[in-house]
């Protein structure tokens, strides 16, 4: 089992007018089969929570910690956060011309690893993976995230999860941009990972369709950079009807 524990934390932006504080203490423990779901308003810090366990340089660590298994995670670089197992599924993911998904795959899978998979082995898995998020295989063929649509951009950041294999995965907003048919897929690729790797799942979202297809252990409110309620699936299910109005300033 695997556990991440955020004590206490504390984030902060650069802007125009100097420093402005984003997360102001949040605590929150995810452990392995876990699902949460983190839901609140625009602008309430879920993306910078995200983003700052990551490791992004945008975002100040002014106090707080963050440890998977017990080892500091803001000690860590960013690549060293993902070979000790964190994973971000990014709200945007980003182009990068002229690396092919095939290529881009096995390097990341090489440097988690240690080793470069044995190509007949990584063939057979890249494809049973693909199948089953309905990808076609000449996708594997293109450059990453280039002139993907919506779907295919999240198809293949629920594709890096499974093959990377985390302990603990950050979906940022993974349900932005799909259509009915793409988050079910995708939401099913998601219980996959869940099920065969025992993963810890933190979901960031607006919305609750998607907990209709990945169902949440605990559901948590986000407002003001912090966590201001938490429950069980009951929580979203109230969201649902009565949004966020009682969470915001008057």
């Known amino acids: 089992m695997s556990t991440l524990i955020i004590k206490d934390l504390h984030v902060s932006v650069s802007t125009d ?3 402005k504080e984003i997360l102001r203490g949040v605590d929150l423990t995810i452990n392995s089969g876990e699902t949460h779901a983190i839901m609140g308003p625009n602008g309430s810090g879920k993306s910078t929570l995200a983003y700052s366990i990551a490791g992004h340089p945008k975002y100040t660590i002014t106090s707080g910690s963050v440890t998977l298994d017990g080892e500091d995670v803001l000690e860590m670089t960013v690549d060293e956060r993902a070979k000790a197992g ?3 599924a990014m709200q945007y993911p980003v182009e990068v011309p002229g690396v092919s998904v095939s290529n881009f795959l096995r390097t990341a899978v090489t440097a988690i690893r240690g080793e470069a998979p044995k190509i007949r ?3 057979g898995e890249v494809k049973e993976a ?3 998020l309905h990808m076609d295989p000449e996708f594997s063929e293109r450059s990453v995230n280039e002139g ?3 779907g295919e951009k999240k198809r293949h950041e629920i594709l890096q999860m499974e093959l990377l294999k985390p302990k603990i ?3 940022d907003e993974t349900d932005s941009g799909l259509d ?7 939401s099913e690729g998601v219980n996959r990972v869940k099920e065969n790797q025992d993963l810890g799942i933190m979901l960031i979202t607006h919305y609750t369709r ?4 990945i169902k949440p252990d605990f559901v948590h409110v986000f407002a003001g950079g912090k966590i201001v309620e938490e429950g069980g699936p009951e929580l979203a299910a109230k969201l649902e009807e009565s949004g966020y109005a009682e969470y915001l300033p008057a």
């Open 17 to 19: 007018e100097g420093m």
């Open 86 to 88: 964190l994973f971000l």
């Open 121 to 123: 082995t990584w063939v």
């Open 130 to 132: 693909m199948t089953a």
């Open 148 to 150: 993907f649509s919506g």
């Open 169 to 171: 995965a950050i979906l």
């Open 180 to 186: 009915v048919d793409a988050l079910r897929t995708v």
């Open 210 to 213: 998607i907990l209709r297809y």
